[in-house]
């Protein structure tokens, strides 16, 4: 299932100055809160690293069209699947009207819960507002680029049908440390709580993709603790932290005089580990 995203914002500079800033792509991250990287590969290939619902994700984009002061479309050709349109207007009084439609594809069960509580339409709303502040306060472009891609194609508004390539693709970069040190969310701590009361304990093929992972690639594990092992869930997070397990009493602090049995294969028992 598919989501689509239209914001509109308007900018006291002119159409030359807010699309030659938008050509910029690299300087994205400076005021786009979600954008995380952008590399440009040539004129019409982008490789994009942004935050979605705390996961981070990774895709290259190709230009589908960019016509100077008008429009930029792109679709994704590999990794998260997107693909939409940002437009230009000269309304007069030097000021410009900057319209962005796009179409994504959620992946996993983190962004599913983001996607329901508008966490993109959020940002991309909010990345725009940033954009205005940027751009009006330099009241310049950082730089420009003139050129065309594809002039008079007839591309419209790109959806995920142009992205067709990059379906199935999640370009999963892993969960953002923010994300894992708050949590993950309240939200994504409610979805995953009820997967834990439904009794989803065992991980199969299908919770591995939705697993998140830290950014070095290696699934959160859960943590052993003084009174034993803490099962793991499918998203890492141990039992105990929605108010599972059992109760633990006359806990012996002292382990000075424990004695470990041995295993059955003759190798000493750890009591620490899981």
């Known amino acids: 299932m598919t989501t689509k995203v239209e914001k509109s914002i308007l900018v006291n ?3 030359g100055t807010a699309y030659n800033q938008w050509t910029q792509f690299e300087d994205f991250p400076q005021f786009m809160g979600g954008v995380k990287t952008v590399t440009q590969l040539d004129d ?26 008008q429009r930029v479309a792109w679709a994704a050709t590999e990794g998260a699947t997107n693909a939409g349109v940002v437009t230009f207007e000269d309304v007069g009084g030097g000021q410009t009207s ?32 940033r954009f205005k502040a ?12 003139r050129g065309s891609v594809n002039e008079g194609a007839t591309v419209g508004a790109p959806g995920v049908a142009e992205a067709s390539s990059s379906q199935g693709d999640t ?15 309240a939200a994504a701590a409610v979805a995953v709580g009820a997967a834990a009361v439904a009794g989803k304990k065992t991980p199969t093929d299908d919770d591995t993709e939705d697993r998140p992972v830290m950014d070095v690639g290696v699934p959160l594990a859960a ?4 009174t034993g092992p803490v099962e793991a869930d499918t998203l890492g997070q141990g039992d105990a932290a929605y108010g599972g397990g059992a109760a633990v009493t006359d806990i012996d602090t002292d382990r000075s005089d424990d004695v470990v049995p041995d295993n059955t294969l003759g190798q000493p028992t750890d009591p620490n580990r899981t």
Do not use: C, H
């Open 13 to 15: 500079v002119p159409v």
């Open 44 to 69: 019409d290939r982008l490789q994009w690293v942004a935050e979605i619902a705390g996961v981070r994700r990774q895709w290259t984009a190709k230009i589908l069209e960019q016509v100077p002061d």
């Open 98 to 129: 900057v319209r962005l439609s796009l179409e994504y594809e959620p992946e996993g069960l983190l962004e599913k819960v983001g996607d329901k509580l508008n966490v993109v339409e959020n940002q991309a709303e909010a990345d725009l507002d």
């Open 134 to 145: 940027f751009i009006e306060a330099e009241g310049y472009a950082s730089g420009a680029w």
């Open 171 to 185: 370009g999963k970069a892993g969960v953002s440390g923010k994300a894992v040190a708050a949590g993950l969310g």
């Open 223 to 226: 943590t052993p603790t003084e």
